[in-house]
């Protein structure tokens, strides 16, 4: 059984640094193919694409928000953390952390809202 | 950047068949994942690979793409198909795009 969950702050202040763990069970992202984003959506607004780092430790950033973005991986504890700094209340929505294998994102964590004010 | 263009709302009646579509410059060379969020819920892959279903998605649930226009077809409309439903692609340039989503009314 596949799940993941989003863990990390639910309020952070202007210019401060977020930091999101993703915590997965029912696969490895050591198998070739298998990749974890994240995805984040404002309140009440569209779902945005923002990072991904697959099986081969391979990392991809949103344009956007390349400079701002950084994505890791522990394999050993099926973990993928996702940086971003300097927030702004802009980034204020909820991210989720999804996997895909080969294509499209199968399965995806419920979410956490972060706040972003002061 | 690719942008991908779907109508803001969609309504049907119960029974009817509703139809969303995802507007993109020669899209019919993409492959085309569409997907169905609840309030409050996260998204659920509803079709991969154009037209293709993930286990447990309804037949009635249907996708298909050609030219400039991708569609996700929902017939016999059900209060519980109520959502927003969004469209993805990967594109080189652009990385993974979505649509900016459709929300689908039940009358």
């Given at each position: 059984q596949v799940t993941l969950r989003e863990s990390g702050p639910a309020l952070v202040k202007p210019t401060q640094t977020l930091t999101l763990t993703c915590t997965f069970s029912g696969?490895?992202?050591?198998?070739?193919g298998m990749c974890v984003n994240w995805v984040r959506q404002p309140p009440g607004k569209a779902l945005e694409w923002i990072a991904a780092i697959d099986w081969d430790d391979n990392k991809y950033n949103a344009s956007s928000l390349k400079t701002r973005l950084t994505i890791s991986k522990d394999t050993s504890k099926n973990q993928v953390v996702l940086t971003m700094t300097?927030?702004?209340?802009?980034?204020t929505g909820t991210y989720y952390c999804a996997r895909s294998d080969a294509y499209a994102f199968d399965y995806w964590g419920p979410g956490t809202l972060v706040t972003v004010s002061s | 950047s690719y942008v991908l263009t779907q109508p803001p709302s969609v309504s049907v009646a119960p029974g009817q068949t509703a139809r969303i579509t995802c507007g993109g410059s020669?899209?019919?060379?993409y492959s085309v994942h569409w997907y169905q969020q609840k309030p409050g819920q996260a998204p659920v892959l509803v079709v991969y690979d154009d037209d293709d279903r993930p286990s447990?998605?309804?037949?009635?649930i249907s996708g298909s793409n050609s030219g400039d226009t991708a569609t996700l077809t929902i017939s016999r409309?059900?209060?519980?198909?109520?959502a927003d439903y969004y469209c993805q692609v990967w594109d080189t340039s652009s990385d993974w795009v979505f649509g900016g989503g459709t929300k689908m009314t039940v009358l």
């Open positions: 696969f490895s992202l050591s198998t070739r300097n927030m702004d209340p802009l980034d | 020669n899209i019919g060379s447990g998605i309804p037949e009635r409309v059900e209060a519980g198909d109520e």
